[in-house]
Structures are given as C-alpha cells and as structure tokens.
C-alpha cells in the first residue's frame, strides 16, 4: 500500500498520468480513419518540412517569451520550449486557452517566478504579438496585388495602430510597481492574502 501512496506522489507519475489523459482526450477527438487516409496520400517531405517549420516557431516563441521574462526572473530557454509544447497539447485538446494557463502554472512551480509578472509577460507576448499582425496586414494590402478598397482605410487602420500603441504604453507607464496594500484582504488568513495579492 505504501508503494502505492509513493508512486502517486511521484512527480514523474503524475506528469506521465496527466500526459497520458490528454493525448487520451486527444485521440477520442480525431478520426483515426481519415487521419490514417490522409496520411495514405502525404508527401513526407512536406510533412517533414511542416514539422520543422512547426519546431523552428515554437523555438522563436521560447525565445521571445524568454527576453520578455528577463524583468520577473529567469528561465532556462529549453525548459520554457518544452513548456510550450505541453501548452500546445493543452490548448488543442481542453477549450479556452487552458494551455496558457498550465504554461503559467508550470513555469511558476518549476523555476519560482512570480505568477502575475507571468500573466504580465504573456499580455505583452499578446500586445507584441496584435501589433506585428496590423503590421503585417498592413503590408500585405499595400503590396502591387493588395486590395484595399480606399487609402481612406488605410489612413483609419495606421491611427487606431499608433493610438492603441500609445495608449498600451501610457497604461503600461502608469500602473504601479507592486500590487498596492488593500484594506479588506487583511481579514484573510495570511497565505491566502499573499496569494490574492
């Protein structure tokens, strides 16, 4: 019985155990008839191509969450990889966003960082991320072949880009440092007060 009571508090077997549960919940959600028809067709190297790109993104993004962490802490760049695929995995198999919540969950257990300057980086990822989407439609549209139907457009979609800018740096300059000291939670036990602040 205590053999038991250790394996279910082995860190590995709960790992493997919540692995083995969403891939399960995975492949319940695929049809292996088709999957395996489309796979009948493939050209391999394409897909082996896909896969690389695949990985080579997911890399860039390891990075990038990297370089916005620096100011919470610090995270070993294969470990914030990894964690991003696990994310991946979450977020196709359970529905809203999920995996960006265990992406938070397991940096913060693994390397100690602060939960909300987590939440924090990850809203930068998000606005980092809106702008170079803008910036990219807007040069797509502006290409020889683009289609945009009057400069007029143009000229709304370049000012909602610099205003929603400003106004992201502005809130982002203006919101204090550290959470400030409220009244009400003092009431709370102490571990809970720390967690709410």
């Not at 439609?137 to 009057?150: E, Q, R």
């Not at 909602?160 to 003092?186: E, G, L, Q």
Request: aromatic share 8%.
């Amino acid at each position: 019985m205590s053999r038991i009571v250790r394996l279910l508090k082995n860190r590995w077997f709960i790992q493997l155990a919540v692995v083995a549960v969403l891939l399960a919940v995975a492949l319940l959600q695929v049809d292996l008839k088709a999957l395996g028809r489309s796979f009948s067709n493939a050209r391999y190297q394409w897909l082996l191509l896909a896969a690389l790109v695949y990985v080579g993104s997911r890399l860039v993004h390891a990075l990038e969450w990297r370089i916005t962490l620096r100011r919470v802490g610090h995270a070993p760049f294969l470990g914030l990889f990894g964690v991003l695929l696990i994310g991946t995995l979450v977020n196709s198999v359970v529905p809203a966003s999920a995996g960006d919540v265990v992406k938070i969950q397991i940096v913060a257990n693994r390397y100690g960082l602060s939960r909300a300057g987590l939440v924090a980086g990850r809203g930068a990822e998000a606005i980092v991320n809106a702008v170079l989407i803008v910036v990219f439609v807007l040069a797509a549209l502006l290409l020889p072949n683009g289609v945009f139907a009057s400069s007029t457009l143009l000229w709304v979609l370049a000012i909602s880009t610099v205003a929603f800018m400003a106004v992201a740096v502005a809130v982002a300059r203006s919101a204090p440092r550290a959470a400030p000291r409220w009244s009400k939670p003092s009431r709370l036990p102490l571990r809970l007060r720390d967690g709410i602040e």
